[in-house]
């Protein structure tokens, strides 16, 4: 186990029972997932690693998707304010010459918690993507192992840490004998005109129009709201966010804006809004 890895697990374990208000019997011990079984309340997490965009091809991107599947009633956490708890990471150990990309994450759910707390988190199962470049001299006709190391925190009644080191082995092949698949948009950038912002004092008044709910997912790095839990989620076309202090200034809102429309379908927007 990596240092990173042992001090996951040990701020870990002194958080399984802190974080949840309620924490109740005795949590499994702290284990890496094992990869490919399926999960169970013993063993609440497994993880697999594999490449959604086919071989390498030299100076083009490629995307790996880290698969985590979760045992009924566990949860895993956004990378997003949240009152407990910390994200999964998703570490690839590149050669120098390598480029990676930020982690993909697709919308969570709200989890209100006693105490007037509240996690974004997910259920049941949660992939993450992201994007490694080999350099473009990179020899075709081999092998690349790509190894990624990931460590996380599950959630249910108590906490239990795990850390897995996975990898991928990819040939690597000239750009004609390879087509990258089309992955589809988990969040996708407001549509121009559908979202109105009015900014009094603290309070900002977002408005979708058509929407029969929005939800808001507040981002780690953005503007901090004074309460998620009360303000995050709203029937009809308006959300009222109040705003809490800035002390740098010039923070701007971040996060992910679910939309329920009239039918009931879900998209989920990315947002980056400057509030000056």
Not at 202 to 219: C, I, M, N, Q
Request: hydrophobic letters at 40%; one cysteine or more; glycine letters at 10%.
């Amino acid at each position: 186990m990596s240092t990173r890895k042992f001090f996951a697990s040990f701020a870990c374990a002194l958080l399984s029972c802190a974080l949840l208000a309620g924490c109740a019997g005795q949590a499994p011990e702290p284990a890496d997932a094992p990869r490919g079984d399926a999960p169970s309340q013993d063993r609440p997490v497994t993880v697999s690693l594999s490449s959604l965009t086919g071989p390498l091809v030299p100076g083009r991107e490629t995307t790996l998707a880290l698969h985590f599947r979760l045992a009924e009633g566990w949860h895993l956490y956004w990378d997003g304010q949240n009152d407990t708890g910390f994200p999964p990471s998703f570490e690839p150990e590149l050669l120098d010459g390598w480029m990676e990309g930020p982690i993909d994450w697709p919308a969570p759910e709200r989890y209100p918690m006693p105490g007037d707390m509240l996690d974004h988190v997910y259920h049941h199962e949660l992939i993450l993507y992201r994007t490694v470049t080999p350099p473009a001299d990179l020899a075709v006709g081999g092998k690349v192992t790509i190894p990624v190391e990931t460590a996380w925190l599950a959630c249910k009644e108590a906490c239990v840490p795990g850390d897995a080191d996975l990898k991928v082995e990819l040939p690597v092949v000239e750009a004609g004998r390879v087509t990258r698949p089309v992955l589809p948009a988990r969040t996708r950038p407001l549509p121009p005109g559908r979202l109105v912002n009015r900014l009094q004092d603290d309070l900002l008044e977002l408005t979708f129009s058509g929407a029969r709910k929005l939800t808001f997912f507040p981002a780690a790095d953005g503007r901090a709201l004074v309460s998620p839990l009360e303000d995050g989620e709203r029937d009809g076309e308006v959300l009222r966010l109040r705003l809490d202090e800035d002390p740098e200034g010039g923070t701007p809102l971040r996060g992910i804006l679910s939309v329920t429309d009239g039918t009931g379908g879900v998209l989920a927007y990315t947002v980056d809004l400057p509030l000056n």
